[in-house]
């Protein structure tokens, strides 16, 4: 069992849809939760992170972290074309000082106008 | 521009060459890290620096690559031999080693097709 699960997709959604991404993880040591972005042909770039359970909203963008079950999601509110990317989410374990993040495989996203 | 900057952009080299890529990390940044991403797959870790110390290797950094931040700034990874496994997207990241949390930024990566 991989330690990171993340339905590629693809994912195609009309614009002002509301849209779900989810991850599980099987790691109990994984303290930090993140979801990045990734556009074609760029680096990942830091969205949102978070370490406890429960929701934090920022924008449209809602990020929720269900630590019993291990399952993170990430919702996005009121779509727009330009949320057309791949969208990774990472974890970091307890001993975050070693410094690795461990990715999902990412959801290619698009949202059509 | 003040992020991370990574070069080439793009390197095509054929089977059993050797092949080296730069990465300058954000100024202040002491810890930097290497990762690969192939297609469809997330990044995955390769090696990390705090300062000039490797501190840790992934086991699929094998004998052929090697990677080096002399003086604690820039870094570059090497690889020896290539295969055509080898081919990837070479992606740098760094972050301030003084925050807990560990929020990394990453380059616009390299990438490698070996023929």
Known sequence: QKEVEQDPGPLSVPEGAIVSLNCTYSNSAFQYFMWYRQYSRKGPELLMYTYSSGNKEDGRFTAQVDKSSKYISLFIRDSQPSDSATYLCAFSDRGSTLGRLYFGRGTQLTVWP | ?115
């Open chain 2, 1 to 115: 521009d003040t992020g991370v900057s990574q070069d080439p952009r793009h390197k095509i080299t054929k089977r059993g060459q050797n092949v080296t890529f730069r990465c300058d990390p954000i100024s202040e940044h002491n810890r930097l890290y290497w990762y690969r991403q192939t297609l469809g797959q997330g990044p995955e870790f390769l090696t990390y620096f705090q300062n000039e110390a490797q501190l840790e290797k992934s086991r699929l950094l094998s004998d052929r690559f090697s990677a080096e931040r002399p003086k604690g700034s820039f870094s570059t990874l090497e690889i020896q031999r290539t295969e055509q496994g080898d081919s990837a997207m070479y992606l740098c990241a760094s972050s301030h080693g003084g925050s807990s949390y560990n929020e990394q930024f990453f380059g616009p990566g390299t990438r490698l097709t070996v023929l």
